[in-house]
């Protein structure tokens, strides 16, 4: 079977869309049928916030604040710029809009939006629209990259190969802790930004929550598993910390997206928490059973509502959220005991050694082992299901070019 095209998964109308209604439980029922709906439908196109807006034109006299132009993201990261929405989010408000609709089709909202971009009429390209959604310009960037490099490549399914069962859910870990190695880079380094670190955390919740992740909820080590959701949120907490420190947790924070982003981490809270004990957890803040959400095993969690409840900064702008954010706030109330105010208020240093001392590798973690294209052809060609090696010459070549995986 030929290797599907990283940049036709995110427009994929079906895999995020079953993966977000998914739970633990069924994960791997709903990847399965998302990685058939590819395999049956190669042709759907490019996704706008995948594409560069207005690429034809190279006029760089022309160019606006949302293109996502190598040199941009590069020399202008930090900008606010607007694209579209989410598919998660797009879906939960089309669905907020249509569910006392009589003849109402869940699976629809998932259609419309592929539709809207392939057909280019989300706020990727028209910018008169005003149901975008902004952040960083880097952090599109990052997230373009996690969702048509980083996790296709590292996808066994996309290649046609069997390795192991749990390949692919490793190769997701992988991308995650590379993003933490990264991000801790950046917070150690002297000259390191906060806005970097912003990027990190705006674009990670975003792929966590709307990537097809079936297969890393899967993976067979269910002790690294919880170790690394729990750690991923006090990476966001140690991030806002140093917000806090330089003054720019509040409302009106020059980070305009706060809100927004802290939506998104809630969200990623449900898809990540439920029925366990936190390993990170000391016990002394509130437990799962504080309320009826699976976000709330999470230590980290907790921490985020106590923490932006004493800055008063509102979590905000993502509909799922909006709607049961007050009645978290009043289940946590008076239960949850913040660290006392210091650099590392919230332990990340410690969190991460933890996990590295037991995951990492000569004192890393991360790397580059899952990614199929990096592999030898003997490697590939000894997993592919036909023994021959998926990739061709000119695939292999483009890659080294820098283009983005695109094979039909
Ligand atoms: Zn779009």
């Not at 427009?11 to 977000?20: K, N, P, R, V």
């Not at 420190?245 to 020059?254: P, Y």
């Not at 936190?278 to 009826?292: I, N």
């Not at 709607?323 to 969190?351: A, C, H, M, N």
Request: aromatic fraction near 10%.
């Amino acid at each position: 079977m030929p290797p599907k095209g990283s940049k036709k998964r995110a427009a994929d109308t079906s895999a995020g869309a079953s993966q977000s209604k998914s739970t633990k439980t069924n994960a791997s029922t709903s990847a399965g049928a998302a990685s058939e709906e590819q395999q049956r439908d190669p042709s759907v196109e490019v996704t706008g916030s995948n594409e560069q807006p207005n690429d034809a034109s190279n006029d760089d006299s022309n160019t606006e604040d949302h293109e996502m132009h190598e040199d941009k993201i590069k020399n202008d990261p930090y900008t606010y710029i607007t694209n579209c929405a989410p598919r998660f989010e797009f879906e939960s408000r089309y669905n907020k809009e249509h569910e006392d609709d009589d003849d109402f089709d869940e699976e629809k909202a998932s259609e419309l939006w592929a539709d809207e971009h392939n057909d280019r009429k989300c706020a990727c390209f028209n910018k008169d629209r005003t149901d975008g959604w902004t952040m960083m310009r880097k952090a599109f960037a990052r997230k373009m990259d996690a969702e048509t490099i980083e996790i296709p490549q590292r996808d066994q399914d996309m290649f046609g190969m069997y390795v192991y069962n749990d390949f692919t859910g490793y190769g997701y870990q992988e991308v995650v802790e590379n993003n933490m190695a990264e991000f801790n880079k950046v917070l150690n380094d002297k000259d390191g930004k906060t806005e970097e670190l912003w990027t990190i955390l705006e674009s990670m919740a975003w792929w966590i929550v709307d990537e097809p992740n079936a297969p890393w909820h899967m993976i067979d080590d269910g002790e690294r598993s919880w170790l690394t959701y729990s750690l991923l949120g006090f990476m966001l907490l140690a991030a806002l910390n140093r917000m806090d420190r330089e003054g720019d947790f509040k409302v009106d924070s020059k980070y305009k997206d706060l809100s927004l982003v802290l939506g998104v981490w809630a969200k990623a809270a449900d898809d990540l928490g439920g029925d366990v004990s936190d390993p990170l957890d000391d016990g002394k803040s509130g437990s799962s059973d504080m309320g009826d959400y699976a976000g709330f095993n999470l230590l980290w969690f907790r921490y985020l509502l106590a923490f932006a409840k004493e800055n008063s900064v509102p979590i905000q702008g993502v509909t799922d959220v909006d709607d049961k954010i007050e009645e978290w706030y009043s289940q946590i109330d008076g239960k949850v005991k913040l660290p006392p105010k210091k650099e590392d208020r919230f332990g990340w240093k410690t969190k991460l050694n933890k996990y590295t001392k037991s995951y990492g590798k000569g004192g890393k973690i991360g790397g580059q082992e899952f990614r199929i294209p990096l592999w030898t052809r003997e490697k590939r060609k000894k997993y592919a299901f036909d023994k021959k090696d998926p990739l061709s010459d000119e695939q292999i070549n483009a890659l080294k070019d820098g283009m983005v995986l695109q094979m039909m």
